[in-house]
C-alpha cells in the first residue's frame, strides 16, 4: 500500500465520497491494509481514508506497470466501480502500490478471482 496520511486525517477528494467511512472508530494500530466484509459483501480498503467498495459496485480491477531507466519500477492497482453520481460511469479507488513493475499483479488477480471480477493487467511502460 501506498504510504499515506494516518487514516481519516486528511479530508478526501471529491471522486472518493461514494466509498469513504468514518474512521474514527477503527484501531489506531490499523493502517495500510486491504480486507473483506462477511461473505465477502464488499472490499474494504485502509489507506489515508476508510474505503468501503461493495461488492455490487465493482466493475473490475486495473494494474498500471512502470519501468525505469535506473531502479525497478513501480506498479499500481486500482479498483473500478459504479457510480450514483450523474453522467459518471465508474469511479476508480487506490488499492495498493508497490516498487516492482509486478508488486500488486498477484493481489489484482486474487481480488479479481475472490469479486468474480475482470483484471486489466497492463504493458509495461517505461517511465523515464
Known sequence: MASEARVGTVAPFETEMEYVRDASRLAPDIQAAVGF?????????????????????LMYFDVVRLT????????????????????????????????????????????GKRFGCPVEIGP???DV
Request: aromatic share 4%; glycine share 8%; charged share 20%.
Open 68 to 111: 525505469t531507466a535506473k531502479g525497478g519500477g513501480e506498479s499500481t492497482l486500482h479498483a473500478h466501480c459504479r457510480s450514483e453520481a450523474c453522467g459518471i460511469e465508474s469511479r476508480a479507488v487506490l488499492v495498493a502500490q508497490a516498487t516492482d513493475p509486478d508488486g500488486v499483479t498477484k493481489l489484482a488477480e486474487e481480488l
Open 37 to 57: 466484509a462477511a461473505n465477502d459483501e464488499a472490499l474494504i480498503i485502509v489507506s489515508n481514508q476508510l474505503y468501503v467498495l461493495p461488492r455490487t459496485k
Open 124 to 126: 509495461y511502460y517505461s
